[in-house]
C-alpha cells in the first residue's frame, strides 16, 4: 500500500505537497471523479466478503480438524452407532457428510458412497458460497477503471476540441482522471483475485482432508460387512 500510495504521488500535480497524507488521499479521492462510487462499492464489498470468507472458513476448518479425528478414531474401535450420533450432533460439512455416509451403512457400500456423493455437492456449494463475488469484483473492478480512463480521455479531447488549441491546463484534468480510475480499479482488482485464489485453495485443503476421511469410512463399513 505504501508503494501505490507512493507511485500515486508520482503524477503530476500531487508530488511535492506539503499537505498531509490523510488530505492527499481526500484530494484523490476527489481526483477520482464520478468513477470513485462504483469504485469505492467495490473496494468496501470486496473487504467484507474477505473478512467474512476468512473468518467463517477457519472455523470451518478447525471444527472440520476435529470432527473427523474424534470420528476416524471411532471407527478404528468400530463403534458405529457413536460415530453416527456425534456427526449428527456436529454442525460442520464434514459431520454432515459422514452422517449421510454412516445413515446408510447398512444399505450396502454402494448406497454408502452415493449418499456421501450427493452431500459432499451439497457442501462443496456452501464452502464456496462469497467466492463467486471476488471473483466478479476481481474482474468488474478493472474493467470500470478502464471505463474511466477511456472517459477521461474523451473529457481531455473535448476540452481541446472546445479550445481550439492543445494547451496542459486543458487536458491535465481528464487525464488525472484516466490515470486515477486505471490504478484503483487495478488496485482493488489485485487483492481481492488474491483473496478469491487463496479461498479456493483453502477449500480445497477442506475437501481432501474430507474425502480421506470419507474413504477410510467406505473401507472400515466394507470390511465390517465381510
Known amino acids: ?13 500531487l508530488e511535492g505537497t506539503d499537505a498531509s497524507m490523510s488530505e492527499q488521499l481526500s484530494q484523490l479521492w476527489a481526483d477520482t471523479g ?20 476468512f473468518i467463517r472458513l477457519w472455523m470451518i476448518a478447525a471444527k472440520t480438524r476435529q470432527v473427523l479425528r ?27 457428510i459422514l452422517y449421510a455416509g454412516l445413515e446408510r451403512s447398512e444399505e450396502g457400500t454402494d448406497r454408502v458412497m452415493k449418499a456421501i456423493e450427493n452431500q459432499g455437492l451439497i457442501e462443496m456449494s456452501k464452502l ?20 474511466g480512463t477511456v472517459i477521461g480521455m474523451i473529457i481531455a479531447f473535448q476540452s481541446i476540441e472546445a479550445a481550439g488549441e492543445v494547451e496542459a491546463t486543458l487536458v491535465a484534468g481528464g ?21 478469491h485464489n ?17 474413504q477410510k469410512m467406505v473401507d472400515t463399513l466394507h470390511a465390517m460387512s465381510k
Not at 500500500?1 to 500535480?13: D, N, R, V
Not at 464520478?34 to 473487504?47: D, E, Q, S, T
Not at 476416524?72 to 454432515?96: H, S
Open 70 to 96: 474424534d470420528v476416524d478414531e471411532l471407527l478404528t474401535q468400530q463403534q458405529i452407532r457413536e460415530a453416527l450420533e456425534l456427526t449428527r450432533d456436529t454442525d460442520a460439512p464434514a459431520a454432515n
Open 128 to 147: 464456496e458460497s462469497g467466492l463467486v463475488i471476488l471473483a466478479t469484483l476481481s474482474t468488474i473492478a478493472p474493467l470500470l477503471g478502464f471505463l
Open 1 to 13: 500500500m505504501i508503494q501505490l500510495y507512493s507511485a500515486f504521488l508520482q503524477i503530476p500535480g
Open 34 to 53: 464520478f468513477m470513485r462510487v462504483p469504485l469505492a462499492a467495490c473496494l468496501v464489498l470486496g473487504i467484507l466478503v474477505i473478512i467474512w470468507k
Open 175 to 195: 487525464i488525472k482522471v484516466a490515470l486515477l480510475t486505471t490504478a484503483a480499479g487495478l488496485a482493488i482488482a489485485i487483492p481481492v483475485s488474491i483473496g
Open 198 to 214: 487463496y479461498f479456493v485453495s483453502f477449500i480445497d485443503g477442506i475437501v481432501i482432508d474430507m474425502e480421506e476421511s470419507a
